[in-house]
């Protein structure tokens, strides 16, 4: 079923559809800012006027009885302040704990940090903390080697860690990587600074609500249009934030993405279940691939009939898909093969013969790859250019949402 880009069952959006484009037919809590501390991003947030400073409160003097302390006293109650953070020689700085055990010990020990020893140290946690996953600790970390708190300043490691906090679901850490870019011009000094800001805000924007923008997002991971990566996994997410927004065809991508394995485990109930919430969001598309899954019991007890009506009705609604199985399906309902292998080589000898809906089921067949065959964009984009060229106005149709950006 069509969902990502060209060269997956792509398709771009069509009359009807989602106003983005997208790309063919085709993840993963919630949207929440994490719960755990980011209160420096916090502040940087809320001020107007000036730099954060990232320098941890002076410690508390040393409480002491009533009859006062000597040297050796003052010296073992202070060290009771100390967090005792830095590891051995040798020791890892998060030594062998999770990332967001590591994050929780270095935020806990920094506002008891005694000296730049111990303010560096919270800096190596925080650091190996992002890099074992933690989102949180990925925004603090950034923010320290930016602005050179306990690290020597380095813009472009910082960055990269603030973009991959936002990234990862803190929306305070693009609006700090945002802030850090436009001070002083820096966009323009900082290595890739206006992809960066772009990434940023876009991000932002998806994080707080704007569902077409992790649409958009995921769209772009999944194709690798810069300044984006290829990133299978990460188109995942974004569309499954953009779903969690009510975006149709963010939700239709992300059923994609789980029938046929793409950046997440296959799952095909599960791809089932995001079909229909796209079709129920009234995205026709959802709908189409839905009937897909019902006509041949992939993910769902097989249900032809229902199959038939969401053809039918994602057609009504302006999905070239649905409109093509809706005419396959009544094809075979007439005599035509329905075993897929028959079915191929019946509608190829048609399409040979110069049959221009025949070379639309073929496009359409070789688009679903189903029972045994693998989606092959190739073959499905020969047959529907061989149907356009022979006039047929749905393999056009087809064509021209395949296109890609």
């Known amino acids: 079923m069509p969902g990502e880009a060209a060269g997956e069952r792509g ?37 107007e006027r000036g730099p954060v400073s990232f320098a941890p409160s002076a410690p508390l003097a040393p409480t002491c009885p009533l009859e006062g302390c000597d040297g050796a006293r003052v010296a073992r109650i202070a060290a009771e302040h100390a967090p005792g953070v830095c590891p051995s020689a040798g020791e890892a700085p998060c030594a062998g704990g999770s990332g967001a055990e590591c994050a929780a010990r270095a935020m806990a020990a920094w506002g008891d940090a005694q000296d730049d020893r111990e303010v560096a140290c919270v800096g190596r946690m925080l650091t190996e903390a992002c890099t074992l996953g933690d989102a949180p600790a990925c925004g603090n970390a950034g ?28 929306a305070l850490a693009c609006v700090a990587g945002l802030r850090w870019l436009s001070e002083d011009r820096r966009e323009q000094s900082a290595k890739d600074g206006p992809a960066l800001h772009k990434r940023l805000e876009v991000e932002h924007a998806c994080l707080t609500g704007a569902a077409d923008q992790c649409m958009q997002l995921g769209q772009d991971f999944y194709a690798g249009r810069p300044p984006y990566p290829r990133d299978l996994a990460r188109s995942a997410v974004e569309y499954q934030r953009g ?30 279940a995001l079909y229909e ?33 969401l053809f039918h009705d ?27 292998q028959r079915s191929v080589e019946h509608w190829q000898h048609a399409c040979d013969a110069r049959d221009a809906r ?33 006039g047929n106005r749905d393999g056009c149709t087809w064509l021209k949402f395949h296109a890609g950006p």
């Open 11 to 47: 398709r771009e959006s069509r009359p009807g559809a989602d106003r983005l484009t997208y790309p063919s037919r085709a993840l993963v809590p919630r949207i929440l800012a994490p719960a755990l501390s980011f209160t420096l991003l916090a502040t940087l947030a809320a001020c």
């Open 143 to 170: 923010r320290m080697w930016l602005d050179g708190r306990g690290v020597a300043p380095d813009a472009e490691r910082g960055l990269a860690m603030v973009l991959r906090a936002c990234e990862g679901g803190v």
């Open 243 to 272: 779903c969690d927004w009510g975006s149709g065809l963010a939700c239709s991508n992300l059923g994609d993405a789980y029938e046929y394995g793409n950046g997440v485990p296959r799952e095909l109930s599960r791809a089932a």
């Open 277 to 309: 919430r796209a079709c129920r969001l009234g995205m026709a598309l959802g709908c189409s691939n839905l009937g897909h899954l019902l006509k041949h019991g992939e993910g769902v007890p097989r249900d032809v009939a229902r199959a038939r009506v």
């Open 314 to 340: 994602a057609c009504a609604g302006g999905d070239v898909y649905g409109c093509l199985h809706a005419a396959l399906l009544a094809a075979e309902e007439r005599g035509a093969p329905r075993d897929p």
């Open 358 to 390: 025949a070379c639309t089921f073929v496009g359409v067949i070789f688009e679903d790859g189903p029972d045994g065959y693998a989606r092959d964009e190739a073959r499905s984009l020969k047959a529907m250019s061989r149907a356009c060229d022979l």
